[in-house]
């Protein structure tokens, strides 16, 4: 494991499976992964750690072959493999158990997890996560799914920066909001060979990928999960979440006017709060141990 500083928050790889994985490290307290969406990246969260590092041991994630993690060509690009590599992630840093906030297909990535792996997750944080009951953005899918969509994909990181800026702008209700920095988190990682391969091989295998993740959500029902979405979302369709909230009974809905795709960077001083609050409130379990220790002081006459 290396590591350097900037600030309050530390850089590093850690080797999962012979392979580098990059990630930003900040606070103390329980462990909190934040993973980002398609072609995103650790930097997504720029505006989030600092505040949740207040109180938890925050570790934004660099997913596999994409941000600053390394490229292995041909890496099995689906949702449960990729789930069972975040779980070889926290094994390398000693992580029995965290909390987990999540974004867009990153989201999809955190529910096949804690399906699998359900006594290593906490709690769910979801902004507007990729769910198989969403039909917004199939027919591009399908598009990139072809042999011309994929050509085309490849020619997306040459791009002049002012057509990614416009894109990045419409995944905001408000574009006014886009802040500096922002896109660099995007596209920076484009650049890297064997990133496209990877986010295509996560486009061909969408369809397959989102009905093992509607088998998979039965395993969540007892998982407390935390779903924001903005009201303008292009990409995610807020009329999922309903049915998304239905499918997991112990999960709450936060709606946020105006607001679009990426909730945390649009809004990211509501996302912060929501995000603490819903983190700070006791599970039913601890709830009962801390009601039996609060019992067996007062046997015992402590104040």
Same mark, same amino acid.
């Given at each position: 494991?290396?590591?350097?500083?900037?600030?309050?928050?530390?850089?590093?790889?850690?080797?999962?499976?012979?392979?580098?994985?990059?990630?930003?490290?900040?606070?103390?307290?329980?462990?909190?992964?934040?993973l980002?969406?398609?072609?995103?990246?650790?930097?997504?969260?720029?505006?989030?750690?600092?505040?949740?590092?207040?109180?938890?041991?925050?570790?934004?994630?660099?997913? /596999?072959? &994409?941000?600053?993690?390394?490229?292995? $060509?041909? %890496?099995?690009?689906? *949702?449960? +493999? !990729? #789930?069972?590599?975040?779980?070889?992630?926290?094994d390398?840093?000693?992580?029995?158990?965290?909390?987990?906030?999540?974004?867009?297909?990153?989201?999809?990535?955190?529910?096949?997890?804690?399906?699998?792996?359900?006594d290593?997750?906490?709690?769910?944080?979801?902004?507007?996560p990729?769910?198989?009951?969403?039909?917004?953005?199939?027919q591009?899918?399908?598009?990139?799914?072809?042999? /011309?969509? &994929?050509?085309?994909?490849?020619?997306? $990181?040459? %791009?002049?920066?002012? *057509?990614? +800026? !416009? #894109?990045?702008s419409?995944?905001?209700?408000?574009?006014s909001?886009?802040?500096?920095?922002?896109?660099?988190?995007?596209?920076?990682?484009?650049?890297?060979?064997?990133?496209?391969?990877?986010?295509?091989?996560?486009?061909?295998?969408?369809?397959?990928?989102?009905?093992?993740?509607?088998?998979?959500?039965?395993?969540?029902?007892?998982?407390?999960?935390?779903l924001?979405?903005?009201?303008?979302?292009?990409?995610v369709?807020?009329?999922?979440?309903?049915?998304?909230?239905?499918?997991?009974?112990?999960?709450?809905?936060?709606?946020?006017?105006?607001?679009?795709?990426?909730?945390?960077?649009?809004?990211?001083?509501?996302?912060?709060?929501?995000?603490?609050?819903?983190?700070?409130?006791?599970?039913?379990?601890?709830?009962?141990?801390?009601?039996?220790?609060?019992?067996?002081?007062?046997?015992?006459?402590?104040?």
């Open positions: 494991m290396t590591r350097k500083e900037s600030g309050q928050i530390t850089e590093g790889f850690v080797v999962v499976g012979g392979v580098k994985v990059h990630y930003q490290r900040a606070g103390s307290g329980r462990p909190l992964l934040l980002h969406g398609l072609v995103g990246s650790a930097k997504n969260w720029r505006l989030n750690i600092d505040f949740l590092s207040q109180d938890s041991d925050v570790y934004a994630i660099d997913l /596999f072959n &994409m941000g600053e993690s390394e490229r292995v $060509p041909g %890496l099995d690009a689906g *949702l449960e +493999a !990729t #789930a069972d590599r975040l779980a070889a992630y926290m390398s840093l000693d992580l029995d158990e965290a909390d987990i906030a999540a974004h867009s297909h990153g989201g999809a990535v955190a529910m096949m997890f804690a399906a699998r792996h359900p290593r997750v906490r709690r769910l944080i979801l902004f507007a990729a769910n198989p009951f969403c039909d917004l953005g199939h591009l899918i399908r598009f990139y799914q072809t042999r /011309f969509g &994929m050509w085309f994909a490849r020619q997306i $990181p040459s %791009l002049p920066r002012m *057509l990614k +800026a !416009t #894109a990045l419409r995944m905001y209700g408000d574009p909001r886009v802040s500096v920095g922002a896109l660099e988190g995007y596209i920076e990682g484009l650049h890297i060979p064997g990133t496209m391969d990877h986010v295509l091989q996560i486009v061909q295998r969408w369809f397959v990928d989102m009905g093992l993740l509607r088998s998979a959500l039965e395993h969540l029902v007892a998982k407390p999960t935390l924001i979405w903005g009201d303008r979302d292009r990409a369709g807020l009329s999922s979440a309903q049915e998304l909230q239905r499918m997991l009974p112990q999960s709450s809905l936060m709606v946020l006017p105006g607001v679009g795709h990426i909730a945390f960077e649009e809004m990211p001083e509501i996302c912060n709060a929501a995000m603490r609050d819903w983190l700070s409130k006791p599970l039913a379990s601890e709830a009962r141990v801390t009601s039996a220790v609060i019992r067996i002081r007062l046997r015992l006459k402590i104040v």
